[in-house]
């Protein structure tokens, strides 16, 4: 069973837009908070990461919010580069445990 | 990726026949992970090891064996490959168990 639920699937952004993609997640023993980047033909890579001590973090273009209470977390890119256009999945890990991972959202930035 | 390598990276098989994946790591990290990836599932974790001959299995491990004989290898297998099975499959190794993943580049199994 999912235990972490990202929407959207999918997701158009004209360059220079913000793209924000979502995700909740069920187990509240959840102790750490990665985004993972995947192109095509490509395996995902680390991104950006948060512990739910912290209510955002930023990394470049590329930042976490987080909302512990209500069990939310979503990542916002800010001025969208055709670059960007990948899938992004957000991920969770059960304390001193095998990470969860979303179904993923494949982003699309138009020129 | 550098320090992972899977192999092979394509493979086409017939269902019922046995079918090996290799991952290969030059990290010396204690963790290693199989995921599959299909569209709508994400990534799903088939089984995972925590050290030499210590293997456990993850949420779908049905149909899916696997063994670690020395730290750099781990071994997927599927006895009897079925249609279901076609899939990407990603290794991922780790230092710390559920942080710092990294991918390999997958390998894509289609299974006829």
């Known amino acids: 069973q999912q235990q972490v639920k990202q929407s959207p699937q999918s997701l158009i952004v004209q360059k220079g837009g913000i793209s924000i993609i979502n995700c909740a997640y069920e187990?509240?023993?959840?102790?750490?908070f990665p985004w993972y980047q995947q192109f095509p033909g490509k395996g995902p890579a680390l991104l950006i990461a948060i512990r739910p001590d912290v209510s955002e973090k930023k990394e470049g273009r590329f930042t976490i919010s987080f909302n512990k209470s209500a069990k939310q977390f979503s990542l916002h890119i800010m001025d969208s580069q055709p670059g960007d256009s990948a899938t992004y999945f957000c991920?969770?890990?059960?304390?001193?445990?095998?990470?969860?991972f979303g179904a993923g959202t494949r982003l699309t930035v138009k020129p | 990726d550098a320090g992972i390598t899977q192999s092979p990276r394509h493979k086409v098989t017939e269902t019922g026949t046995p079918v090996t994946l290799r991952c290969h790591q030059t990290?010396?990290?204690?963790?290693m992970y199989w995921y599959r990836q299909d569209p709508g599932h994400g990534l799903r974790l088939i089984h995972y090891s925590y050290g030499v001959k210590d293997t456990d299995k993850g949420e779908v491990s049905d149909g899916y064996s696997v063994s670690r004989s020395k730290t750099e290898d781990f071994l997927l297998t599927l006895e009897s490959a079925t249609s279901s099975q076609t899939s990407v499959y990603f290794c991922?190794?780790?230092?710390?168990?559920?942080?710092?993943?990294?991918f390999g580049s997958g390998t894509r199994l289609t299974v006829v």
């Open positions: 990290e010396n990290h204690r963790y």
């Open positions: 991922a190794i780790s230092a710390d168990r559920g942080r710092g993943y990294t």
């Open positions: 187990n509240t023993a959840f102790d750490y």
């Open positions: 991920a969770a890990r059960p304390n001193n445990n095998d990470m969860r």
